[in-house]
């Protein structure tokens, strides 16, 4: 039950900028829950690279940074590296869950 | 270090049980929450359930309530994901990551559990 909705794909060319967007409703972003998002480079384990809607782990580049506004969350990648290319998942928490919750997970393409 | 390590990989038999692992080490870890997440073959992360070993608390993701049982112990600093009889729709990755908070992000995940159940 995915009730985070994020493209399926986004593409860029080296050194550009990617938007990825993280669609939820009123009983998860919409109520002000934080969202988080995941790296995840195939084969390895998700990788924490925004947390609480805008912050950075250290370790993190600044390429990355997330914003939110109303029911949705975006993270935004600046400077496109080959690196960057992964899938990525936005996470929150439902209160009609009651627990937390994924969206269906971006591919990056550079 | 900050890490957590998983059990290694297992292959079972429709109707088997299983205990999968996560150990904690490098932290306090009575004082941060652990995190079950399910991946299953080319497939997204999905949120199976989440346990506080200070005190056990557990909540589950309706998804997965009676069908998973997830505990710990902390003398050990260990966690726990477990099944009564494996289905072949059990096969997935399986990971265990740390939160400090359970709205917060997981900050620390481990490799992953591989868990393959068929005939």
């Known amino acids: 039950q995915i009730v985070l909705t994020q493209p399926p794909s986004v593409s860029g060319a080296p050194g550009q900028r990617v938007t990825i967007s993280c669609t939820g409703t009123s009983s998860n972003i919409g109520t002000g829950y934080d969202v988080h998002w995941y790296q995840q480079i195939p084969g390895a384990a998700p990788r924490l690279v925004i947390y609480?809607?805008?912050k950075r782990p250290s370790g993190v580049p600044d390429r990355f940074s997330g914003s939110r506004s109303g029911s949705s969350a975006s993270l935004t990648i600046t400077g496109l590296l080959a690196e960057d290319e992964a899938d990525y998942y936005c996470?929150?928490?439902?209160?009609?869950?009651?627990?937390?919750?994924f969206g269906g997970g971006t591919k990056v393409t550079v | 270090e900050v890490q957590l390590v998983q059990s290694r990989a297992e292959v079972k038999r429709p109707g088997e049980s299983l205990k999968i692992s996560c150990q904690g080490s490098g932290y306090t870890f009575t004082k941060y929450w652990i995190d079950w997440v399910r991946q299953m073959p080319g497939k997204g992360l999905e949120w199976m359930g989440i346990?506080?070993?200070?005190?056990?608390?557990?909540r589950y993701s309706p998804s997965f309530q009676g069908q998973v049982t997830i505990s710990v112990d902390k003398s050990i600093n260990t966690a726990y994901l477990q099944w009564n009889s494996l289905k072949a729709a059990d096969t997935a990755m399986y990971y265990c990551?740390?939160?400090?908070?359970?709205?917060?992000?997981?900050?620390?995940w481990g490799r992953g559990t591989k868990v393959i159940v068929s005939s």
């Open positions: 990551a740390r939160r400090d908070g359970n709205l917060n992000g997981m900050d620390v």
């Open positions: 996470q929150s928490y439902d209160s009609g869950l009651s627990g937390s919750v």
């Open positions: 346990i506080y070993p200070g005190d056990s608390d557990t």
């Open positions: 609480d809607k805008t």
